[in-house]
């Protein structure tokens, strides 16, 4: 091994000496963490500074979002939004030098894992229909990693129609040292939305790492293949949608609990919310322990002491009521058109939905409605367990019967005298139980999850088919029914 200085033939000179400790110098800095010293862990993920040039046809919105109001009031919140983005735009002049083009503001008072409210998407829509139309960006800079929503499938709505035209920045504290001063980062809005959409993943635990280096992770990409701080934006935002979905959870379960400790059981004498005359009622004494209860009190007891102003002698409770009597039912409202009162359309019956061919000509579920012949030869419902293990119920089925499956129409009952009638989905599972004394489970409310949906459909090909005598078709085993 050589004596000398790496790369030198040599003895080295003073100045080779004097460059290498220099470079040394620098090497070692780069490789401690400024605030504690120790080396830099390989799994942090990567941040930089970027640079951004802002042409005159651009728009840069400052967004600055509180979860709740102050105890002023909503305008004080937001009065307090909008001074606190007029220091964030001098930060960012700043970081990038003047701002050349149009600045707007957005404040909004909300949850960042509620959904947005209308006129935070009418100001989003109207900026976005704004500069797609004279071809320039919209730069978003928003205060902290979840200045703007930590609700992935409200960005993904809100940005995916966009990507191109949309720039991301984020004025937060850096997560390798907090004390030091906050500063800009920088997302990628496609790479955001891939990641959203599952299109490419982040590594999740050491299976993922595994999985990356054996060559089978497809989709799996690690934080510094993404560009700019784009993986450092959207872990902050989930470990802040986790963090606050498990907080709300907390104080849920401790208010239960804690509510009505000062609450006397036979008078709410001892409650935290007093009526002091909300009710209608100036001697009203009485309090609650929580802000819905006395709502709901107030809702009851108040008097109706607002007067019909067209003269026809009503009173009401709240506006509203009282104007939606002036307006639609009032005797006294002009041009009040005589004459009887139109009659409700009368409910038309059940009736089968329109009829599809499937390949081969073959009919499907509601083909075989339209024809009473089909419908007599739908396989019967099978009450025998024994019958139904032979024809595949599984061993591990929860519902031991056979399934009535999503859009059935028709009673399979054997020998029922309505077997050609048409019922709706819900009245269907009526008439089983009240008619023929037979429960289902019951049904999960809402929409089935996709793969759960696609087991029913199967099912009713499965009628469909062996009304046409066709059994080349397993019969389905839904989850749940």
Not at 465 to 472: E, H, K, L, N, P
């Amino acid at each position: 091994m050589s004596d000398y200085l790496p790369g030198v033939t040599g003895p080295p000179t003073g100045h080779e000496v004097a460059q290498y400790e220099a470079d040394l110098m620098w090497l070692e800095e780069a490789l401690m963490d400024d605030s504690s010293g120790s080396i830099k862990q390989e799994d942090e993920t990567p941040v930089e500074q970027t640079c951004l040039v802002v042409d005159q046809q651009d728009i840069v919105l400052f967004v600055a979002r509180a979860s709740s109001s102050d105890v002023n009031g909503t305008d004080a919140t937001r009065d307090r939004l909008r001074a606190s983005l007029e220091l964030t735009r001098q930060d960012f002049e700043t970081a990038y030098g003047t701002i050349p083009c149009t600045v707007e503001f957005l404040c909004f008072v909300q949850s960042s894992n509620h959904r947005f409210r209308s006129y935070v998407l009418d100001k989003f829509h109207e900026l976005f229909a704004q500069q797609d139309a004279v071809g320039g960006r919209l730069i978003i800079v928003m205060n902290g990693f979840d200045g703007l929503s930590t609700h992935e499938v409200v960005l993904l709505d809100l940005l995916k129609d966009h990507t191109d035209m949309c720039d991301l920045f984020i004025f937060a504290d850096d997560p390798r040292d907090e004390s030091q001063p906050r500063r800009f980062f920088q997302a990628n809005t496609e790479q955001v939305c891939q990641i959203i959409r599952g299109d490419i993943n982040l590594i999740d635990g050491q299976e993922d790492v595994d999985e990356l280096e054996s060559g089978s992770g497809s989709g799996i990409v690690r934080d510094e293949e993404l560009e700019f701080s784009t993986a450092l934006y959207i872990r902050k935002i989930r470990h802040i949608c986790e963090d606050k979905r498990g907080l709300s959870s907390y104080f849920q379960r401790l208010n239960t609990k804690t509510v009505r400790r000062n609450v006397n059981p036979n008078s709410r004498d001892l409650g935290k919310y007093p009526c002091d005359g909300r009710c209608g009622k100036e001697s009203c004494v009485q309090r609650f322990a929580t802000t819905e209860l006395l709502a709901q009190h107030g809702c009851r007891s108040k008097n109706h002491n607002l007067e019909c102003e067209l003269g026809c002698g009503q009173k009401f409770k709240n506006n509203y009521s009282r104007n939606r009597h002036q307006t639609k039912s009032c005797t006294k409202r002009p041009n009040i058109e005589e004459g009887p009162k139109p009659k409700r359309a009368r409910r038309q019956p059940a009736t089968a939905p329109v009829s599809r061919v499937s390949d081969g000509g073959r009919l499907d579920y509601n083909g075989i409605l339209q024809n009473l012949a089909l419908v007599a030869n739908l396989p019967p419902l099978i009450t025998d367990e024994a019958v139904l293990v032979a024809n595949g119920l599984p061993a591990n089925a929860s519902y031991r019967g056979d399934p009535i499956y999503r859009g059935e129409l028709v009673c399979r009952w054997p020998g029922c005298s309505n077997r050609g009638k048409i019922f709706s989905s819900g009245k269907l599972r009526r008439h089983y139980e009240v008619v023929h004394k037979h429960e289902f489970p019951e049904r999960t409310v809402g929409k089935a999850a996709p793969y759960i949906q696609k087991q029913h459909e199967d099912g009713l090909q499965y009628l469909a088919f062996s009304a046409q005598g066709i059994t080349d078709v397993e019969k389905s085993w839904p989850e749940g029914y």
